[in-house]
């Protein structure tokens, strides 16, 4: 079992800056991709950021030169810093990975982004 625990949404001007957390349990975290997902009201959810366990990255085109997604395998944590924030990007944000078959979220946070 794969417990991810996301931090660090909250309300936020455009323009302004976030940086979500994402906690994850289980020793095999390093071995596996991990990714950051968004989903607005009435929308479908969708791939925000990705990062190998090696490091490689990919991002969605809306948010390229804004997101940047990183990693601490010690502390089996992905982060997502959000700069230039618009009020498109306003959603829930969740922490995600795959492994051995089976997909695990966490309960996800909420971004505001509005003046």
């Known amino acids: 079992q794969v417990l991810l625990v996301e931090s660090g949404g909250g309300l936020v001007q455009p323009g302004g800056s976030l940086r979500l957390s994402c906690a994850a349990s289980?020793?095999?975290?390093?071995?596996?991709?991990m990714g950051w997902y968004r989903q607005a009201p009435g929308k479908q959810r969708e791939l925000v950021a990705a990062?190998?366990?090696?490091?490689?990255?990919n991002y969605a085109d809306s948010v390229k030169g804004r997101f940047t997604i990183s990693r601490d395998n010690a502390k089996n944590a992905v982060y997502l810093q959000m700069n230039s924030l618009k009020p498109e990007d306003t959603a829930v944000y969740y922490c995600?990975?795959?492994?051995?078959?089976?997909?695990?979220w966490g309960k996800g946070t909420p971004v505001s982004v509005s003046s």
């Open positions: 990062i190998t366990s090696g490091g490689s990255t």
């Open positions: 995600n990975t795959f492994i051995r078959g089976m997909n695990f």
């Open positions: 289980g020793s095999i975290f390093s071995s596996y991709a």
